[in-house]
Structure formats: C-alpha cells, structure tokens
C-alpha cells in the first residue's frame, strides 16, 4: 500500500484510510459483531492500511480500540472528531477524554471538528477551536482538522473559506467522480496551504449500485448538470471506464479517481464486508486510470456540484439552506 505525506502534519500515512461511519460503520450497521468490526480493521491493517477514521458520533471508537488490542497502536494513525453543531467549549475537554477512554490510547493523531455546517463555522473557529489547540498543547492531539457536512453543503462553501484561515492541519472534503467541484474549491487551496486531504463520498450508493447511477446522471441531465451528448449509453452511463486497461469496475475507477486528484492524501473507504475491503485494498494499490477516461469525467461532470452520491438525505439542512 502506497504511502505519502498528510501534508503539513508530516504523519507517513497509506492512501487508504478505514471509515468507521457512512452507510457501514464498519459492519456496525448491518449488526455485525464488535469482533467481526475488529476484524475488518486488523485485516486493512496487516496489508498496509494504516490510517483509521471515526468520530464520538459514529459509536465506532470503540470498535478502533478494539482492534488496537490487537496492533500496535503507534503504528496506526488515529482520526476521531468532536461533533460541532450544539456543542459548547465546555465540552471539548470532557468529549476528547471520552474518545480517548473508547480508543483505549492516550493521545489522538487527527481531532477534527466534525460535520462543520457553513452558518456555525465562525463560531466552531472563534469558541471551540481554542479549546482544541489547547489539547494539542497538552499533548493530547498531535494535529486540528476539521471536516465538512457535505450533505447540506455539496459546493464546499465552508471549507473554501476555512482554509483561507490557515488553522487547519488536516481538512475531510467530499468529492467522486460525479462531484468535482471540491477540485477548484477546496483542493487548490489544500495544497497551497499544505493542509492534509481525507476524501470522503468516493464509493457510496451511486458509485456502488449501477440502478442508482443511472437514475442519478438521468436526473443531472434533466437538470441541465450533464449533458445527454456526452452519455454514449444512458443504462451504464459509466461503462466505458472498465476495459482492459482501465478500471475493474466502477468501485475501483471511483476509488483510483480520487487517489490520483492532486491534493488529495487518504481516500476513506468505508466497508464491512470482507469481499469488498479486499477489492479495495486491491484499487487503491493500482495505478491511476488511463487519462482519457478521468480528461472524459471531467467533462461530463465539469458542471456537477449539487449532488454527493447518496441520494436522498432526510437532515438538517441548516438555517441558510432552508427555503
Ligand atoms: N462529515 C464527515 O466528517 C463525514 C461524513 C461522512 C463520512 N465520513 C467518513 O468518511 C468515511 C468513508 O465514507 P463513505 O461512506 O463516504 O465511504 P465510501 O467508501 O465512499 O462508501 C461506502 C459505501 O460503499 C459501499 N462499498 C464500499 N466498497 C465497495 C465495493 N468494493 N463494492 C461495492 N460497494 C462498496 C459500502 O457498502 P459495504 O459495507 O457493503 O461494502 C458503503 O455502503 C466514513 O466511514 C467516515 O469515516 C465523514
């Protein structure tokens, strides 16, 4: 598993990161075991993989400290993340101890800020922030990050001004194949201020369930997002990027699209099936796709930034958002 440098924090860490939230949480979801969990993470662990990430909100930290029973912990790069929305200073302290009891360790690599809506982004810099920097002091966290709510805020507003900021060691952004738009927004920013990368959304539903994309890119071109001109077969509107030298299939192209974006540092895959993590350590050990296919994504999906992949998403949008 290819290694690189999570920008400024200087940490060596795989290009793979395990998720412990999205649609898996590492299995909890579907009702597996704490140990099947475990498992999972000790497998990714002993082909390379050696970035994990979880948050208070997922109820997986637990699961993290499970597996580190059973590896080293300092060989393992720990992301968790204290929720943002509703919290007060107050609670940092409390909230970064209890992470630390459930990760069974003493410090954290990554703390981040965790969800940051648009409209609460001063105020999680000016209050909570400091509080933040203030566990770094004490040794607690080695680095601050902060990752975005990307289901109510798929063009990125806050990061693109978060990072203007320079505070931030590490940022989590969405971006796949059908929303580039954290290219230009966030990205470029990124690596101008050598801030880390963790890619969330690069699979999801619509990477993952060809029915979904289908309906998905229809919906973009009813929208005037994508153009008809530009899909050859409406029914697999992503075929062409599996062929001999390209993809394997369409998990695969999603995965080593975003691996291969400059800025980016870890893709998180989010799994709790034992198949599927072997096909994902397998893509983002592969090299990047032919470049006629990613120049070709670039172009269908040039104009894409309302869309994260997942469909319907029943929260809160945040007060800006509303109607
Ligand atoms: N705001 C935030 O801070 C935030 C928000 C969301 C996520 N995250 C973090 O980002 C991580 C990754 O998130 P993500 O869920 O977007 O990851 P993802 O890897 O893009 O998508 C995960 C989904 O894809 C499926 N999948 C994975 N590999 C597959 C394969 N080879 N074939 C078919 N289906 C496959 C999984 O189902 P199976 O279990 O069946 O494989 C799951 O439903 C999360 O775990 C979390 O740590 C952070």
């Known amino acids: 598993m290819k290694r690189v440098k999570l920008g400024r924090t200087g940490f060596d860490v795989s290009v793979m990161g395990m998720g412990a939230g999205g649609p898996s949480q590492i299995g909890k979801k579907q009702g597996k075991t704490p140990e099947h969990s475990a498992a999972i993470l000790l497998e990714a662990f002993e082909a390379g993989v050696n970035f994990v990430d979880t948050a208070e909100g997922y109820g997986t930290e637990h699961l993290v400290g499970l597996a580190l029973k059973d590896f080293p912990r300092d060989q393992v790069v720990i992301s968790t993340k ?20 459930r990760l069974g360790t003493d410090y ?32 607690k ?18 990061l693109h001004r978060a990072l203007d ?21 966030v990205l470029s920013k990124a690596i101008e201020h050598d801030v880390g990368i963790q890619v969330m959304f690069a699979v999801r539903k619509a990477l993952s369930d060809m029915e979904f994309l289908a309906e998905t890119v229809a919906a973009l071109i009813d929208e005037g997002h994508v153009d008809a001109a530009d899909i050859d077969d409406p029914e697999h509107p992503l075929g062409f990027l599996v062929h001999d030298d390209g993809a394997v299939s369409l998990p695969d192209a999603a995965y080593r699209f975003c691996n291969y974006e400059p ?6 895959s989010g799994t709790g099936n034992p ?49």
């Open 82 to 101: 204290k929720s943002s929305r509703g919290s007060s200073a107050e609670e940092v302290v409390p909230s970064l101890e209890e992470s630390l009891k």
């Open 108 to 139: 954290i690599d990554v703390y981040s800020l965790h969800g940051v809506y648009d409209y609460d982004y001063d105020r999680c810099k000016d209050e909570l922030f400091p509080e933040v920097v203030k566990l770094q002091q004490a040794g």
């Open 141 to 158: 966290i080695r680095s601050i990050g902060i990752t975005e709510m990307f289901n109510a805020d798929k063009s990125h507003d806050m």
């Open 165 to 185: 900021d320079n505070l931030w060691d590490v940022a989590m952004v969405g971006f796949n194949i059908l929303n580039q738009s954290a290219r230009d927004k």
């Open 263 to 268: 800025g980016t540092h870890v893709i998180l």
């Open 275 to 323: 198949d599927h993590l072997k096909q994902n350590i397998a893509s983002l050990g592969r090299g990047p796709l032919p470049d006629a296919d990613v120049e070709r994504l670039k172009k269908i999906f040039r104009k894409v930034d309302s869309i994260t992949g997942q469909g319907e998403w029943g929260g809160d949008p945040g007060p800006e958002k509303k109607a």
